[in-house]
């Protein structure tokens, strides 16, 4: 679904406090909005209880049910939990996520910190940085259908240029070895430019005086780059790269369009393993339970990012 | 606040969010305006979209307050999709069913129970070929009535397997077993030529570059195997289940289905058929079309595919190979089944039983693309291949020949142990897992699901 | 604006050679789509190499657009079923419309009200709405899935769009610290002037803030535009059928033994169209909105 995590704030905020703290009072009579406020707040409440509250209550309580959804739910208690600490499919959903997370936020991470890089010292184009947000621009829906039929083993052009190289034809979503890097590559090409802009503009905010300085001092690019760019650059890159990653763990779009889970399970991911207890096998209790799991491992990652945040105020404000 | 309440409430707050938008709030999401009826109908075969659309166009004529509005999704998507649609309680009134898939349905109690209906109306069910309807009986309850019915059989590029010296005649009498694949085996090494032209049998034969392979086999076939595995290990002997339909023990662990699945396998090692892991999202059909392979197991549903005008190949059917345990092919059915959850049941009802009527089996014969399930549209149906030149003897052969036929296993989860099969012979295949030890575990999962 | 280095050196070259690269690997795939779009399916076998095809036609644009009959799609590689992409890309414009418009002015009012107003209990709502932050998707969507589905709104837009348009807790969080940001000496001459809380949002504060407002506007669109789960849960049918929906349903509706590739790199194209016109309308704002933020 949409919009909903972080990853760093406005700067133009950075002059103001940071924090919960309320701004100083003046010293003239204290109002009490209270009517206004809860005016102003109540689309935003509702929204909170209906579809953030109220699920998040449900879901728990379905993840403790034999939930079909097609009759009523009855109370199973843990059944789900120690079904799912004796299910392969869920080891091995957990598996090939987390192979599939540290291929694409792997390769992503170092591509985009390269073009950022680059972008950084070469040019300030809008033309370039616009044309390489393209592919973010595009539905995953979209981007999987694209790479699908430039990898089709037999007509895609990829294999065609493979084995005009002499290279031969691959099977990339269809070979077990090939189909988790194929996902992760696609997905790689599809977020990398939008990656590359928020360390572009991360790197944007390092004084200029300091390669000025360093430049002073006989330094090279690359010199410049471990000493400057990347020391200065540290709190922003570890927050888009934890968002990255729960991003990252809930993929979902492109596996559902290309591989399906498949082939032998390979890239049955635990996005697509709820989906299809859930909607394709009317195991609505034990997708639930599989959710909690998930819910878990995504709360830690981003009670993570929220002490980033904070951080990366302090240090760049 | 109870669960109820809150709904309410909360139906009352996002109207009034959304008054700026198009959306009305109303929940009513009732097709039928006066008297008008839309009848949503489900298949999966694009190639027999257009019969059907004959059937609902006679049918609409008939009766012009009912509109049946067909929707056709792929094979692989299907299930998936019907599921997706019957949760939401959203399912179309009534769907083209399989023997394998259609059991989850009925035991949700999705399906409707159309015993009384054929007892008040009469239908006649001897008039279909026999052993199809009784695949959708379950404890005395019907949950749908035949539509038509489908043989295996092998399919090959006359002109290659003749280049090779291969007649129609060797290929009519074929044999395979598991340790040296018979004369069918022979026939497949022949069939594949390499890039230097040099068949799978010479001493030269470079299985890394080959242009043309001899075999091309299914393996994304589910629990059933109907178009390949599965006629192979019944010709080897193996049985599916203890006893079907509804069986509550499947036999996946049978050594004669290992030894065929190792067979296929050392196919590959070979070089006579393609690596499973450098397929394409293309069917074996139009690769066999595109001349990439000479010969592969296909059912009666395809012969349109392999005999229309445009084909630029010239292909043959020819009967499966005789087996250790004789020639077998996978007898299967499909049938119409009414979602229980329909508005329009009567309409419903009357759409099936105009589906299952001579009148819209004799329209779909016409098109000659499957054979329907009432003798007499068969009949014609085959006067049809007739009439276009087009031999197709094999399949109808291989249903009437004595013990020829096996039935897909029924039994209740198929939809979920199909790709636990699928799964298993696939690593099988890819060399990942023994046959044997895939098969074992794969067996064990879905038995866990019959109990 | 400054440039560091101008004199050409091999490292130079290097780099622009990098940021090429990437550029056309960027493009590419863009180019091969619209370039199998215009080919016949027929032909698929015999011109799949060449960077501009054979015959180039318009038909796969024509069906996919439901402009041709069953008989003429069929002709042309496609299943024959129904397909009116015009219709879905209207749908995916209502209804990433819908929630980036709602959204942010929702979030707004909410961000406002945390920055600015003063009642009993602000910090303690403002941080329980924040740990919604916490709560992964996939775990609201099974429940909420339930819930639209028991209100009866599964394939209406207010179904569709129902969790999304009230709040999000990130653009909450978002705004609320750009409005703290904002000098209040601005509000405090309209307080002076009689104006009340409503008023000075509306007519001070929000025009002040139109930056950040078309930020998280402008990104929301973008998740909204390229959601696929939820409306694929909820609005499969025709006529809330979104484009990337509609995009897995042409798929899935593809013939059993091939599928229909040039009907589907028509129907992608349509679905790219949009983010090029919004990109070079909006191209500059949209890309330095990322320096400001950074939204998943």
Redesign the interface.
Known sequence: MGANTAVAPPHESAGSPPGNAPAPARPRRRRDDRKAAWLFLAPALVGFALFYAYPTVRGVYYSLTDYNLLSEPGFVGAGNYRQLIGDEQFWNALKVTGYYVVLNIGSQTVLALLLAALMHRLTRSVALRAMLLVPWLVPNVTVGLVWMWLLDANLGFVNHVLDALGLGTTGFFTSPDWAMPTVAAVNTWAYTGYTALLLYAGMLQIPQYLYESAALDGAGEWRMFTRVTLPLLRPVLALVLVVSLIGSFQIFDTIAVTTKGGPVSATRVIYFYIYEQAFNYFHMGYASAVAVVLAVILGVLTAVQIRLLRASRSDLA | MSPRHLRTGAAALLCLAATTTLVSCGSSDDDTAGSRTTIDYWLWDDLQLPGYQDCATAFHRANPDITVKITQTAWSQYWQNLTVELVSGDAPDVWANQSTYYPQYAAGGQLLDLQPLVDRDKVDLSAYQPGLTGVWVKDGKRYGLPKDWDTMALVYNTTMLQKQGVDAGQLNDLTWNPSDGGTLEKVIAKATVDTKGRNGLDPGFDKDHVKTYGFLAEWADGSQGQNGWGDFAASNGFTFLDKNPWGTHYQYDDPKLAETIAWFKHLIDKGYAPPLDKKSALANSELLMAGKGAMMVTGSWTISTFTKPKVKQKFAFAPLPTGPAGRKSALNGSSDAIWAGTKHKEQAWKWVKFLASPECQNLVAQRGIVFPALKTATRKALAVHRARGEDVHVFTDAAAAKDGTFLLPVTENGTEISPIVQDAIQSAILGEASPEAALKSANDKANDLVK | ??R??TKVSP??IA??T??VI??V???F??Y??VR?ALTPAAD??TD??GLVPDHPTMINFLRVLGLTS?EEAQAAGG???HVDFLRYLLNSV?YSG??AA??TL??A??G???AR????G??V??????A?????????????F??V??????????GM??????????????LR??F??IP?DVE?AAVLDGV???GI?WRVVMPMSR??LI?IGL??T?????????P??TG??EQTRV??VA???F?????????D?TG??AG?AL??LP??V??IAL??R???S???????
């Open positions: 604006m400054s560091i280095r490292g130079r780099a622009w990098v940021l990437a550029l690997v960027t493009v795939p863009f091969w789509m199998t698929l076998y799949s190499t069953q299943s024959g079923a209502v819908l929630i709602l959204q929702f979030c009012m909410a406002y009200a945390f107003l003063r009642f009993p602000r910090d709502v403002f941080g329980v709405l924040i919604a932050l916490m709560v992964p998707p996939i775990f609201t969507v099974l429940p909420n339930v819930l589905k028991d209100l009866g709104w599964l394939n209406t837009f207010t769009v129902a969790p999304s348009v009230l709040m999000t807790p990130f653009a909450v969080f978002f610290q750009f703290l940001s209040r405090e009340g809380a409503w949002f930056g950040p930020t990104t929301t973008v998740w909204a535009w390229k959601d696929y789960l939820w694929l849960l499969r049918e484009l990337t995009l897995g349903i798929q899935q509706q593809s013939p059993n033994t091939q599928p590739w589907l790199m992608s679905s790219v983010v090029l919004l990109l191209g500059r949209l890309v330095e990322l320096n400001f933020t950074g939204m998943k």
